[in-house]
Every structure is written in C-alpha cells, then in structure tokens.
C-alpha cells in the first residue's frame, strides 16, 4: 500500500492505462477486462486489475493535471513495480484535420508547464514516448484499419486559457492537440527508466468548437482503449 494507492503487492500488473477521469478506469475495467477486481477507492481514485487476452492489465485514473497524474506513476512505479504506462486520455484538437473523435498518438509532448524548470536550468528538456511502445501501438493501429495521427501535443497547465487564441501559435509549429499529463508522464518514465506512451481521442476542437459531452468522453472512446491493449 502506497499513499495514494490501496492495493497491495502483486494486485498491480506491471502494465497499466492511465485514464485521467477515474470513472473512465471503472468503465475501462467493466468492459475490456475479464475478472477485474477494483484495488483502490482512495480520493475516488478507480484502480483496477484484470485479464485481457491471457495477459494481467491493470486501470488507474489519475485525476486531471501533472501535479495529480506525477503521484499515482510515481507510486505505481517505485512502490508497484510497474514497467509499462499508457495514457489514455481526451484532448482538444489544434488543426483542422484534427477532427473530432480522431486517435492522436503522441510522440513527444512539450508544455506549459514548469514541472522540468528547476531539474533543467536555462534549458528545454524534450520529453518523448517510448519507441517500442509507440511502434507497437503503431502497428496495432493498421492491422486493424484504425485511423491515427501521430506527432507533437501539447501538455498544457491551464484547462482556461486567458488568451483563448493561444493555441494558434502552437499549431503553427505543428502541434496537433492539446491535454493535461503527457509531458509529465514521460518525463518520470525517462526518469525512471521505465516506458510510457499517450494515445489520444479528439473531444472538442479549439479550430472549429465543438465538443464532446463528459458522457461521451466517459465511456465511448473504445478505439484508443483497443490500440492501448494492443501493445500487451
């Protein structure tokens, strides 16, 4: 048992997605896992572990942000033993042939955040998936004829921006969308030599405003959750 986390050892595969909204985790285990038994309530916090194709998964929500999603990795890796990390997350579309409900595979992830300013100083550290997760999630992908875009998000610290145009300057260098944890998450992978990716629905645009409902983003974004499950 860890702070934040009840389970105790062996209850959490080395393996785990990593929803932000831990009712997704709920729905996630409910429907994609055999035999899922929940390991932690704490906060309101689902975790999660089961079966998928023979092989142990577990499902951890991590509440929204940096701050919140660097607790549970950091537990989930040093206290857990966990190897592998996966987001699965929502995120706000930057160009228009972002469309909604499209997968975004994030390669690297750079921030508004100040979360590497004082690891970094007077320099930019570029925080990048794992590339065998990411060619597997790849992979999975076009064997089963799932449409991605893969490329650099943004991780941004502010969900409310007081420039709503902000986001212009970053989809003029390329960036394809915009979420709250990747550059975190990669970042304590790295630190921590394990791996970690984050896969990406499209559930509002910034270009053209429209938006998912919070149901919708709970419990129907089943095709990230399939290429997630597919780098097992």
């Not at 390991?39 to 975790?47: I, L, P, Q, S, T």
């Given at each position: ?14 393996t785990?997605?990593?929803?932000g909204d ?13 035999d899922?038994?929940?390991y932690?309530?704490v906060?309101?916090?689902f975790?999660y572990?089961?079966?998928y ?21 950091h537990?989930?890796i ?13 995120s706000?579309?930057?160009?228009k042939?972002v469309?909604l409900?499209d997968i ?8 508004t955040?100040?979360?590497n ?6 320099a ?11 060619m597997?999630?790849?992979l999975?992908?076009?064997?089963h ?8 998000v ?7 921006e007081?420039?709503?145009d ?5 989809a003029?260098?390329?960036v394809?969308?915009?979420e ?24 509002d645009?910034?270009?053209t ?6 149901q919708?983003?709970e ?12 780098t097992?």
């Amino acid at each position: 048992m860890s702070t934040h986390i009840a389970a105790i050892n062996g209850e959490v595969a080395e393996t785990v997605l990593l929803p932000g909204d831990p009712l997704r985790a709920k729905w996630i285990a409910e429907t994609f896992l055999d035999d899922p038994i929940c390991y932690n309530k704490v906060r309101g916090m689902f975790g999660y572990t089961g079966i998928y194709n023979g092989k142990r998964v577990s499902v951890q929500g991590t509440g929204m942000g940096i701050p919140s999603s660097l607790i549970y990795c950091h537990e989930l890796i040093n206290d857990f033993g966990v190897k592998n990390l996966i987001r699965v997350g929502s995120s706000g579309s930057y160009q228009k042939d972002v469309k909604l409900r499209d997968i975004v595979i994030a390669m690297a992830a750079s921030s508004t955040s100040g979360i590497n300013n004082s690891r970094f100083i007077n320099a930019d550290y570029s925080p990048t998936a794992d590339f065998e997760l990411f060619m597997k999630a790849v992979l999975y992908a076009r064997e089963h004829n799932i449409p991605i875009k893969a490329g650099n998000v943004l991780s941004a610290d502010e969900f409310y921006e007081d420039d709503f145009d902000s986001y212009k300057k970053w989809a003029e260098f390329g960036v394809l969308c915009v979420e709250m944890e990747a550059a975190g998450l990669y970042t304590i992978a790295a630190k921590f030599n394990v791996k970690a990716l984050a896969i990406l629905t499209i559930s509002d645009s910034l270009v053209t405003g429209e938006r998912t409902t919070s149901q919708e983003r709970e419990n129907t974004f089943s095709k990230m959750i399939e290429i997630a499950l597919g780098t097992l």
